[in-house]
């Protein structure tokens, strides 16, 4: 690897072999030396999960000028770890995780394995971002997805983020989108979240789907800028303390 060349890792949690992983990988083609560590399959809602009772390992699925991809048999946390612990010959200046299949909008950053590690490589002090696109088909039309993330991806190499900060991209299927709008998580959550079956035993077996309700009343959230067909940015934190009910909460005198 060349130094004078910024280090971008790359991942996500779709699996290496995902379109959208590699429309990313060529959307940011050329901003310096790319390396890809994902999973060797999908490993959606992973969070921050981590492999701890069993070994992981990875191998190379690719390397060539500029680019070198990596599968692991982790999630996707477990790929930032093993790529910036044992990998990399020095600790990247930018992660991107992504493109997902699908938005990691409003309380799905919580459960998205593609946030997970996009917070992972902001927990070691990478400038990270996650990018996910609002269409969960396996052959999406990515365009306006990887063009946004390109720019994005310029203005955090050049400009960084705070310490304990990493962001938040999601796209709406539409091209061309409306615009960019930077705003917040929507506050909303998953309702009727299971689908009744039984096993071939008649045994009652539960199938996670679901409709989300978005209650956020604010014009500014996520949900709705998406709705209306803008791109949305939403800057996330390490630090989940409640500073604003830490003074009431000293009061209690517990």
């Known amino acids: 690897m060349t130094?004078?060349?910024?280090?971008?890792?790359?991942?996500?949690?779709?699996?290496?072999?995902?379109?959208?992983?590699?429309?990313l990988i060529k959307a940011l083609k050329g901003l310096g030396d790319l390396v890809v560590m994902a999973p060797d399959g999908p490993r959606s809602g992973m969070s921050s999960a981590i492999t701890s009772l069993v070994p992981i390992k990875y191998k190379v699925e690719q390397k060539e000028e500029d680019l070198t991809i990596y599968s692991c048999t982790g999630t996707p946390v477990d790929c930032v770890k093993l790529a910036i612990n044992e990998v990399l010959e020095r600790e990247p200046d930018l992660l991107v995780s992504g493109i997902n299949h699908g938005g990691n909008m409003a309380i799905c950053v919580n459960y998205s394995g593609t946030m997970g590690a996009t917070a992972e490589g902001c927990i070691f002090g990478v400038p990270s971002m996650g990018v996910s696109l609002l269409d969960h088909h396996p052959d999406a039309d990515f365009t306006e997805c990887a063009r946004l993330g390109r720019v994005l991806a310029e203005k955090v190499l050049a400009e960084g983020l705070p310490h304990g900060t990493y962001l938040n991209l999601n796209v709406p299927r539409l091209i061309p989108v409306k615009g960019l709008k930077v705003c917040h998580q929507a506050d909303g959550r998953w309702i009727k979240e299971f689908k009744h079956g039984e096993d071939g035993g008649g045994h009652p077996v539960?199938?996670?789907?679901?409709?989300?309700?978005?209650?956020?009343?604010?014009?500014?959230?996520?949900?709705?800028?998406?709705?209306?067909?803008?791109?949305?940015?939403?800057?996330?934190?390490?630090?989940?303390?409640?500073?604003?009910?830490?003074?009431?909460?000293?009061?209690?005198?517990?």
């Open 3 to 23: 130094r004078k060349k910024p280090l971008i890792l790359i991942t996500n949690d779709d699996g290496f072999q995902a379109k959208g992983i590699h429309e």
């Open 206 to 254: 539960y199938w996670l789907t679901g409709e989300f309700r978005n209650d956020d009343m604010k014009e500014d959230n996520d949900m709705r800028c998406l709705d209306e067909g803008y791109a949305t940015l939403v800057p996330c934190k390490i630090d989940v303390t409640d500073y604003t009910f830490l003074s009431t909460l000293k009061d209690w005198h517990l």
